[in-house]
């Protein structure tokens, strides 16, 4: 080991995310990463997480990056640890969340010779592997250049530039000491004299926006998508929407950027879309369609409906780097920082516009009449009213939301998984609008908010959070609420217990799409596989019962898991159904 004048390579690392502000890696243990748990078991200021699965530690620190602000870090072997990373990381790729993924390879001098578990270009060549999910890969294969690759690595690990690396440092090299020379020098993200995590607002655009339709009697809408929803442009959004009072609608990504309950909400556009949402968005009425930080996928854009974009104007913001997937819509995306332009909007003087008050009036008008508009489809609203007593064992989830909406903090973090579940959460569950919901939106792996949920709750452990989840996603990542006992990680599991694939057993009831033998699962004792972990865990057949444990999980010192016996019901809206069927 190197002395403190000259530390080895491993220091150095943990070093540059020690003064990035970093705080927790996520990491499965072994012997070629040995030096490297070394130097974080040294940090002052680091915490190693271990985790069940290389994947679950991946979706941890995806959960965490979301959470912070900063980016997420995850260590394991190379080879099979970065084989078990890739799920995680094209989930990190799918939504642009910054990462940093290091693997331990085999010693230098081993390459190429049929070394146990090489994992370079003689051997599985897991670089060729995971090249394409990341942003930057790097081989540090010099002790002399770990500088400048780590700068390399970490300058893109921001949420303006929304980089992912992967860095392989052979155990060998992880020992070496580094030369004197100009050291890594990361202030933590709050120091910053200037906010390097944004892109800047396009001042000439927003005018335009402002001088054409928000400051004119015009019918105007913003539809927000996930690179606005945050915590700091959540704050600057609400303020923009009151100021001009426009009405504001979310994509399923962006959910948690406003709240529901507001008198300008019309719900989420899109998957799993809102009555008023899809009401106002799909009508000629509006003059003018403004988004914000959406990629307009067929998610977000209603199955690529083109009433998105007809007899209306439609106006795209945006600060990706990378160009989205949005060949379908005609006009280009204007560059610009989502909650820059918010700030910006918001300080936009309306006192110079005499007119401005007569606009407000009418804008006001309109927003009555669309609020007459229910966020529900009524027709199906009948399954709340269905049996809710202690022994039904075919509660409606919808009916369960609404009540764990009601229970929880409105500050909870909210962290929601794939499946059926993953539909009536969006649906039923109205965001307080504070940034606070969290879901992997464009690949949606199943199992991912299990792991994900510690991340989050690890970087804002001043927030209530919770975990809505199916069985299905347990069978796949529930060994990670291990992981939250082990470290005491205080989370609320509620696993909606359907007996089924969801998503698709509703596709199987509606009229023989697939095979019920495909979606059916068998009835497993959840609470029982949770204190198997260690983990405090309580059964609900009624609605009613939840009062009671979801006060008793919030007084519980650790994780607490609440098993919900729920029924498969059809999805709680017809309007992302009926424009697939007429693409």
Same mark, same amino acid.
């Given at each position: 080991?190197?002395?403190?004048?000259?530390?080895?390579?491993? @220091?150095?690392?943990?070093?540059?995310?020690?003064?990035?502000?970093?705080?927790?890696?996520?990491?499965?243990?072994?012997?070629?990463?040995?030096?490297?748990?070394?130097?974080?078991?040294?940090?002052?200021?680091?915490?190693?997480?271990?985790?069940?699965?290389?994947?679950?530690?991946?979706?941890?620190?995806?959960?965490?990056?979301?959470?912070?602000?900063?980016?997420?870090?995850? #260590?394991?072997?190379?080879?099979?640890?970065?084989?078990?990373?890739?799920?995680?990381?094209?989930?990190?790729?799918?939504?642009?969340?910054?990462?940093?993924?290091?693997?331990?390879?085999?010693?230098?001098?081993?390459?190429? @010779?049929?070394?146990?578990?090489?994992?370079?270009?003689?051997?599985?060549?897991?670089?060729?592997?995971?090249?394409?999910?990341?942003?930057?890969?790097?081989?540090?294969?010099?002790?002399?250049?770990?500088?400048?690759?780590?700068?390399?690595?970490?300058?893109?690990?921001?949420?303006?530039?929304?980089?992912?690396?992967?860095?392989?440092?052979?155990?060998?090299?992880?020992?070496?000491?580094?030369?004197?020379?100009?050291?890594?020098?990361?202030?933590?993200?709050?120091?910053?004299?200037?906010?390097?995590?944004?892109?800047?607002?396009?001042?000439?655009?927003?005018?335009?926006?402002?001088?054409?339709?928000?400051?004119?009697?015009?019918?105007?809408?913003?539809?927000?998508?996930?690179?606005?929803?945050?915590?700091?442009?959540?704050?600057?959004?609400?303020?923009?929407?009151?100021?001009?009072?426009?009405?504001?609608?979310?994509?399923?990504?962006?959910?948690?950027?406003?709240?529901?309950?507001?008198?300008?909400?019309?719900?989420?556009?899109?998957?799993?879309?809102?009555?008023?949402?899809?009401?106002?968005?799909?009508?000629?009425?509006?003059?003018?369609?403004?988004?914000?930080?959406?990629?307009?996928?067929?998610?977000?854009?209603?199955?690529?409906?083109?009433?998105?974009?007809?007899? @209306?104007?439609?106006?795209?913001?945006?600060?990706?780097?990378?160009?989205?997937?949005?060949?379908?819509?005609?006009?280009?995306?204007?560059?610009?920082?989502?909650?820059?332009?918010?700030?910006?909007?918001?300080?936009?003087?309306?006192?110079?516009?005499?007119?401005?008050?007569?606009?407000?009036?009418?804008?006001?008008?309109?927003?009555?009449?669309?609020?007459?508009?229910?966020?529900?489809?009524?027709?199906?609203?009948?399954?709340?009213?269905?049996?809710?007593?202690?022994?039904?064992?075919?509660?409606?989830?919808?009916?369960?939301? @609404?009540?764990?909406?009601?229970?929880?903090?409105?500050?909870?973090?909210?962290?929601?998984?794939?499946?059926?579940?993953?539909?009536?959460?969006?649906?039923?569950?109205?965001?307080?609008?504070?940034?606070?919901?969290?879901?992997?939106?464009?690949?949606?792996?199943?199992?991912?908010?299990?792991?994900?949920?510690?991340?989050?709750?690890?970087?804002?452990?001043?927030?209530?959070?919770?975990?809505?989840?199916?069985?299905?996603?347990?069978?796949?990542?529930?060994?990670?609420?291990?992981?939250?006992?082990?470290?005491?990680?205080?989370?609320?599991?509620?696993?909606?217990?359907?007996?089924?694939?969801? #998503?698709?057993?509703?596709?199987?009831?509606?009229?023989?799409?697939?095979?019920?033998?495909?979606?059916?699962?068998?009835?497993?004792?959840?609470?029982?596989?949770?204190?198997?972990?260690?983990?405090?865990?309580?059964?609900?057949?009624?609605?009613?019962?939840?009062?009671?444990?979801?006060?008793?999980?919030?007084?519980?010192?650790?994780?607490?898991?609440?098993?919900?016996?729920?029924?498969?019901?059809?999805?709680?809206?017809?309007?992302?159904?009926?424009?697939?069927?007429?693409?």
């Amino acid at each position: 080991m190197g002395s403190s004048a000259s530390p080895n390579v491993s @220091k150095v690392v943990v070093k540059s995310l020690e003064s990035a502000g970093i705080d927790h890696v996520f990491l499965v243990p072994g012997k070629l990463i040995y030096p490297l748990l070394a130097a974080i078991d040294d940090s002052p200021s680091i915490r190693g997480i271990v985790g069940a699965h290389e994947t679950g530690s991946a979706f941890m620190a995806d959960g965490y990056a979301r959470a912070s602000r900063k980016f997420g870090v995850c #260590a394991g072997i190379s080879g099979p640890g970065t084989m078990n990373f890739v799920p995680g990381m094209a989930a990190a790729q799918a939504d642009r969340i910054p990462m940093l993924y290091i693997a331990g390879a085999i010693s230098s001098t081993a390459e190429g @010779k049929g070394a146990f578990q090489d994992a370079t270009s003689g051997g599985i060549y897991e670089s060729g592997v995971v090249r394409g999910l990341m942003t930057d890969v790097v081989e540090l294969k010099n002790k002399d250049n770990v500088q400048a690759e780590l700068r390399r690595a970490t300058d893109g690990l921001n949420w303006m530039r929304r980089a992912r690396s992967f860095i392989s440092i052979p155990v060998d090299v992880q020992k070496q000491d580094v030369p004197p020379g100009p050291q890594v020098a990361r202030r933590p993200y709050a120091q910053h004299e200037f906010n390097l995590g944004e892109a800047p607002p396009d001042r000439t655009a927003l005018d335009a926006l402002c001088r054409l339709y928000l400051l004119q009697s015009k019918k105007v809408a913003f539809l927000i998508g996930s690179r606005g929803n945050d915590a700091e442009t959540a704050r600057a959004l609400l303020e923009v929407a009151e100021k001009f009072h426009v009405p504001v609608a979310t994509t399923l990504a962006g959910k948690g950027a406003f709240p529901e309950g507001h008198e300008l909400a019309l719900g989420i556009y899109g998957f799993s879309s809102h009555s008023r949402a899809a009401r106002v968005i799909n009508s000629d009425e509006l003059d003018a369609l403004v988004v914000f930080g959406s990629d307009l996928n067929q998610r977000d854009s209603m199955n690529w409906s083109r009433k998105l974009t007809e007899g @209306k104007d439609l106006l795209v913001f945006d600060d990706g780097f990378d160009q989205p997937p949005m060949g379908h819509i005609a006009q280009r995306s204007i560059f610009s920082g989502i909650g820059a332009s918010f700030r910006l909007l918001a300080r936009i003087n309306t006192g110079a516009n005499d007119d401005f008050q007569k606009v407000l009036e009418r804008r006001r008008a309109w927003i009555a009449g669309v609020s007459q508009t229910p966020l529900y489809d009524g027709q199906f609203e009948d399954f709340s009213a269905q049996q809710t007593s202690s022994g039904n064992e075919s509660l409606y989830p919808g009916a369960v939301i @609404k009540r764990l909406c009601k229970l929880l903090p409105s500050n909870s973090n909210v962290v929601v998984d794939s499946g059926a579940h993953r539909i009536f959460m969006a649906h039923y569950w109205l965001s307080s609008g504070m940034g606070n919901y969290f879901s992997s939106n464009a690949l949606a792996p199943m199992g991912w908010a299990i792991a994900a949920g510690i991340g989050v709750k690890l970087a804002s452990p001043e927030r209530p959070c919770v975990v809505v989840t199916g069985d299905g996603c347990m069978m796949m990542h529930g060994t990670e609420i291990q992981t939250a006992a082990r470290y005491g990680v205080k989370v609320i599991y509620v696993v909606l217990n359907n007996s089924a694939h969801g #998503a698709i057993h509703i596709d199987a009831m509606r009229g023989g799409l697939i095979s019920e033998q495909f979606t059916r699962l068998p009835r497993h004792s959840w609470t029982a596989f949770a204190s198997s972990f260690g983990v405090a865990a309580r059964a609900v057949s009624g609605i009613d019962e939840l009062d009671d444990v979801l006060g008793e999980a919030g007084r519980y010192d650790g994780p607490f898991l609440i098993e919900v016996m729920t029924g498969v019901f059809p999805a709680p809206n017809r309007y992302y159904s009926e424009a697939g069927a007429c693409s």
